[in-house]
């Protein structure tokens, strides 16, 4: 053997030798953290739980841990105790915190979550209506949920087609919370027959919880928040202006029901007077019409004149109706502030001023409806 | 040592690698930190700083580019002694070895952080800096052609992280960026000198000079290559702000690895995982070029064998980078590096120029009096 031959061997031999350098964790060994819970328990502690995926040989499966500390991080040593693995975070989906943790605010469980590299950006966070072990405990009941985390996480995967509510992650509740003028929103978790639900939106002054909307007016926050695509939403229009289409019996219904499809949704919300904080959103949508609770006549150009008209009533309704409802609670999850803001020459506005015009500002929201295809009868 | 260097053309590259180079000696982790760095200073503005940088070095590597071009083939460190005379111009020499090894030492160190940081927490710094300190080693032990070709591979290889970011892109809420041009000059030439640390490397083009074969065709590659690095820049910050809230951004360590945190495919969860790994392939060839430009200095100051000094400097620092393992020991660190870099990089040609000016003046008035 020559020196040469010598010389590549050697590194040939490092470069095997050199990988054990490097500490390594073997996956059977692990649990892997998939969904968190926190509740706040007496005495400033705090409990998780966690739902864990074990990788055996002959089957993975999951399983719930508890553990109560002071800290995220203590209970999730006090959890470990009860287990033959390490607990391994980096694959958190969810986190889901208990409604009077949240009423205490979220902030000292989200620094954590930011300054540990460990846990991903990309995790969904949501509220519990009552507490996270509650739901989370469901794992143990059996049923036809394998993996309580898992169903959570497509729950919410499901009920949004495009990057907005309710797949709120960690990236985008941070952001929003720490920017000024504009409170996030988080969807609320509740138990319904053992199956849980999304059944609000839960609002945040800062990172307190303190109120809900219905999650019907999920549709008009995320028309506001993006462009809308390939969304469906339901409108229960007064029945009277449609008498005269109707074809068929009359029923005994006040309203006619409608549910349609959005193709395209967009919105732009202006300041339009400083002094007054008076605001104008425009908002055009394209829709496709989907459903008619009574028989009524929409071959004429009038009755689809009508139909637009009257669902933008409704809509234009529905928003200042939502708007009262956060002036009352004093939460702007829409964002006006963060467009005050930007206008605001001297950029002095803070969380604390907000509060106090918000109350006071006046939105005059423009609805525009084109119903592009309203079925055909065959 | 003789001021006027003359180099065999074999041993020469073409003006085109300068482009190259000069990109692989800027980006090291500059590009992770800098939009919190002006953001401190100029805000929802950070752009207009970044721009006002670029400027400023647009009209410094024009300046050094005039320095060098009054003299046939030489560097800054012949240079510094046809002008300073032999003792005061080693000195100077000395002074940008040092700095050299310095900002060598602020990448390696801060990039072994960020390792620690996000993969493997326990594991010492020692064997991290080793590790690419072998590697450094092993690369500055071919020739100068064998460096820039590594660079060249390098610099192909890791454009394709910034592809990743496309997501955040889409999620840009461009509120943050008003109300626009409300930073006081002040505060915006404050932002624009923070980013002088992302911007440094360009200093190389005093070393680069008398290897560059076609000498004519130099600037455009340097005009092309710093270009390059300032729209990285620019584009990263502008990403950060609008991505990130504007109280958030001023409390993140490295805003554009927190960027690759955001990005999830369906087959690998932690992008950013891959992203810090990947990151070495930007690291090590700069730290290759800022080894070789230790290693070509003392050999020109003071005749020692390129190999001597490597090993040297090697051990050196390998020594400090192992020590150098909290928080606050790098963040001063990269302090004292930004300020000397601000005055070796930004200031110093500057005050070389009127130097110059006046002596050729003195030589030609000489000449035809002769």
Redesign the interface.
Known sequence: MTYKHMRTLTLIVCMFL?VS???HKKIEDLGIITTRGTDAIEDDRIRSTFIIFEFNPEKTSSRVLTGDGKTLKGARINANAASNFELAP??IQLELYGSKLAQKGLSPYLDLL?RD?NI???MYLSISKTTANDILMLQNKGGFIEDIGRFLHDVIEESSTQ?VFPKV?F??F???????GVDPILPVFEVIDDTPKITAIALFQDDQYIGDLPMEDKILLNLLEAKIREQLFDVSLPFKPFAKYLVGKKSENKELNTSFRILKGKAKSTLINKDEVSFKTDIKLDIDLLELSEQISIKEPDAIKLLETEVEKVLTKRYQKMLEQLKEINTDPI?YG??Y???????ALTNEKWRELFPDIKVEYNIKVKIKHHGEHF | MNVYMKIKPNHQIRAIYLFFLIVTLQTGVGVLTISRNVFTFSEQDSWLSILLAFVGMLIIVLVMLYILRQYESTDIFGIQIDLFGKFIGKVLGVVYIVYFSGALLSVLSAYIQIVQVFIYPTLPSFIIALLILLLVVYASLGDFKVIVGITFIFFFLTQSLFLLIYYPVVQIDWNHFFPMLQTPLSDLLKGAKSATYSLSGFEFIFLFYPLINDKKNIKLPIILGISYTAIILLITSVITIGYFSLKDLEYLEWPALTLYKSITFSFIERIDYMVVVEWMMIIVPNNILYMWGITYGVERLFNVPKKKTLFIAAIFLLICASFLDSNLAIHQLTKVISIIAFCLVFIYPLILLPIVFIKKRILKSKGSAN
Do not use: M, Q, V, W
């Open positions: 050199l350098c490097i500490p980096s694959k930011g590299s991903p950006d990309t990057e992650t990236s985008t941070f952001t929003t919370l720490f920017d000024t964002g963060a467009i803001r930007a206008k605001d020459k001297n950029s």
